[in-house]
């Protein structure tokens, strides 16, 4: 096993439980009368993401690949299920199973990667012919992501849209056919921002930021004061106050600022380098991978959480627009949390392989 890969997850697991808890703790007890009400809930996402992470460990990835069609399909209909239940903040992207609540655009990024790695490695299939590139994937993926901004989930959209683009590229799709898909895609959103007002405030207020970061939505206010405050070491672990109700989502998709702001740019600095350990060591295991499958599969998730590391950085620090795109194993989520171990699982399963020296 890939012991940097496995230790430097660990510590960013770590880190987020202690910091789900000091941001959210106020919160809860706030509105749910326990402190504790948000990590007890994460917890409970860690035990049963360990215990699918142990199952992606022992399982023989490339000979389960062909239930990926059907797994795929599944999510397909889960996404399609989120508009039948109860919205929330406006949005219909959660299944409500009792207390818990599932994120089907979550799992839909992993079945889709697991998906592509599959058939794109299939030697029957001839990649460089549009057409064997349009019959199997467009109607599958262009569903999924047509259902995912009706929810409306732009900023899951857009990762998936980047994740299939690379693994599609790092296939050997030529240019001119990534253009065929990307185009489409951006000319649909462009023309539900710009033309039906989707989440057209927000880039306006990205826009606005350029300039000043404080012209900005509140939003970025917030995120751009909280990170200032810290310093070069921060205020101290459980001292900050945009928590208290001023920073939005401080223990979810903002936790980044959060943690800026009671461990200031050291403490951002451990977590980025250790974001850095995984991306390299997991591009490491795919190219060390004996097959096609292993590879594109290796590469496809280790492009996935460099994506959504990217995005929520951006966001937080003001060079991209707000979106809701959560932090791998820091933010709180229980889905997120969920794909972001059995992600860290694979690579982990991949480096288990015969053959793969990657340690």
């Not at 939005?248 to 050291?266: K, N, Q, R, S, V």
């Not at 977590?271 to 995984?278: A, E, S």
């Amino acid at each position: 096993m890939n012991r940097k890969l496995f230790y430097s997850a660990l510590v960013l697991i770590v880190i987020g439980m202690v910091m789900v808890y000091s941001s959210s703790s106020v919160m809860a007890e706030s509105r749910f009368g326990s402190h504790i009400y948000f990590l007890k809930r994460q917890m409970l996402w860690l035990l049963f993401a360990i215990l699918a992470g142990a199952v992606i460990l022992r399982l023989d990835l490339k000979k389960t690949a062909v239930y990926s069609v059907p797994i795929l399909l599944v999510m397909l209909v889960l996404l399609a299920a989120v508009f039948v239940m109860p919205a929330r903040n406006g949005s219909h992207r959660w299944l409500f199973i009792g207390p818990f609540s599932v994120q089907p655009s979550e799992l839909f990024k992993l079945s889709v990667l697991y998906y592509l790695a599959f058939s794109l490695s299939q030697k029957k299939r001839d990649i460089r012919d549009l057409r064997q590139l349009l019959i199997p994937y467009a109607p599958l993926i262009g569903a999924g992501l047509l259902l995912i901004i009706l929810e409306p989930g732009l900023g899951s959209a857009l990762t998936i849209t980047l994740t299939v683009i690379a693994v599609f590229f790092l296939a050997g799709v030529r240019l001119f056919h990534l253009a065929a898909f990307a185009v489409p895609v951006a000319t649909l959103i462009g023309f539900m921002v710009f033309v039906l007002g989707y989440k057209k405030a927000r880039v306006a207020d990205y826009l606005d930021a350029i300039n000043d970061p404080l012209a900005g939505s509140y939003q970025v206010k917030q995120a751009v004061l909280t990170l200032g405050a810290g310093g070069v070491f921060g205020a101290g672990l459980g001292d900050g106050r945009q928590k208290l109700f001023f920073l939005p989502y401080p223990h979810t998709d903002f936790i980044f600022a959060t943690i800026g702001e009671e461990l200031g740019f050291a403490g951002l600095a451990i977590i980025m380098i250790l974001f850095y350990v995984i991306i390299w060591q997991g591009r490491k295991i795919a190219l060390y991978q004996p097959d096609r499958f292993g590879y594109l599969l290796g590469m496809g998730v280790t492009a996935l959480i460099f994506i959504s590391v990217l995005i929520n950085v951006g966001v937080v620090t003001c060079l991209l627009p707000t979106t809701g795109i959560p932090l791998p194993l820091l933010s709180y989520g229980g889905t997120s949390l969920l794909v972001s171990i059995v992600c860290i699982a694979i690579l982990l399963n991949l480096s288990c392989r015969k053959g793969v020296m990657v340690r």
